[in-house]
């Protein structure tokens, strides 16, 4: 069966072109794919196409049945209430730390997040993470392979620490502040 990190390869030898957009959907110009998608809808295709639909439809009706979702999919701000109630779920798992093939959700204070998948992890010292991941974004991240005036999917860097129990979310990128989040690490099951 493919990894995630596999299917984020094959991905990557594509030919395809990509913007930041919350309309969420795929279309064909030039014979090439035009991925039109925002970082949770590109997490929740990513998921689709590697074989987790028990985990998108086991959270799609937990959501639900919270009055959670009104759209087909997930905000990042969902995951602090799907950790709340993490135990009534099978299909996720939410972890202490990422692993190569994870998801990481950032909530901010006020509400809005970004999610992303975890490369590789780069170094991980005391209070220090530095990951290679993959997103869909409006902001490239350090040693990102979009250009500073390109959106959409990419690979990049960015860095996340801890001090005094709190989470601190760098994207790398010099035009946005080191901000203060709740961040989450989550497997899907298949």
């Known amino acids: 069966m493919q990894t995630n990190i596999d299917f984020f390869y094959n991905l990557s030898k594509q030919d395809f072109v990509s913007e930041y957009n919350h309309s969420n959907y795929i279309d064909k110009i030039g ?18 196409q590697m074989g987790y639909k028990r985990a998108l439809v086991e959270l799609r009706s937990f959501l639900r049945q919270n009055d959670f979702i009104k759209i087909n999919r997930f905000f990042c ?5 799907i950790h709340e109630h993490k135990n009534k779920l099978n299909y996720w798992q939410f972890i202490d730390s990422p692993i190569s093939g994870s ?88």
């Not at 701000?77 to 209430?81: G, R, S, T, V």
């Not at 993959?134 to 996340?160: A, C, L, V």
């Open 77 to 81: 701000k969902d995951f602090a209430f």
């Open 31 to 48: 014979g090439k794919n035009f991925f039109h998608m925002d970082c949770s809808g590109f997490v929740h295709w990513c998921l689709a």
């Open 103 to 190: 998801i990481m959700v950032v909530v901010f204070p006020d509400g809005n997040g970004h999610c992303m998948f975890v490369d590789d992890i780069i170094s991980n010292n005391k209070n220090k993470l530095c990951l290679h991941i993959i997103d869909s974004t409006r902001h490239p991240h350090k040693n990102d392979t979009r250009t500073d005036n390109e959106t959409g999917i990419g690979f990049g860097e960015i860095e996340i620490t801890t001090k005094n129990g709190n989470w601190f979310y760098d994207s790398g990128n010099q035009h946005l502040p080191i901000r203060k989040a709740e961040i989450y690490f989550v497997l899907p099951k298949r």
